[in-house]
Nanobody, 126 residues
């Protein structure tokens, strides 16, 4: 069983920055592919960014490319999402997800992840 706990969300003005963290349980965290998703009210959960187990490959949704950075610290079993130049349309609950197997491919679909955190709210005011 993998447990994920997101933190770092909050209220920020447009143009501001936030850094989300997601520590994970599990002795083999270094083997997990990880992803960040978000869900705005009345909308489906959507892919934001993904990273392979090694951290060598990342992939971003077009809407966040160039503004968000996904990184991982395998020594501390934690992934991070640095969010810069935030826009009101980034407002959503952000979820961390884990695919607990080694892969060189970044997964982008909700059904490709086995474990999810409870989410952290990000609100960007205009």
């Amino acid at each position: 069983q993998v447990q994920l706990v997101e933190s770092g969300g909050g209220l920020v003005q447009a143009g501001g920055s936030l850094r989300l963290s997601c520590p994970a349980s599990g002795r083999t965290f270094g083997n997990y592919a990880m992803g960040w998703f978000r869900q705005a009210p009345g909308k489906e959960r959507e892919f934001v960014a993904g990273i392979t187990w090694s951290g060598r490959s990342t992939y971003y949704a077009d809407s966040v490319k160039g503004r968000f950075t996904f990184s991982r610290d395998n020594a501390n079993n934690t992934v991070y999402l640095q969010m810069n130049s935030l826009k009101p349309e980034d407002t959503a609950v952000y979820y961390c997800a884990a695919h607990p197997r080694r892969t060189t491919v970044v997964f982008k679909r909700v059904d490709q992840y086995d474990y999810w955190g409870q989410g952290t709210q990000v609100t960007v005011s205009s």
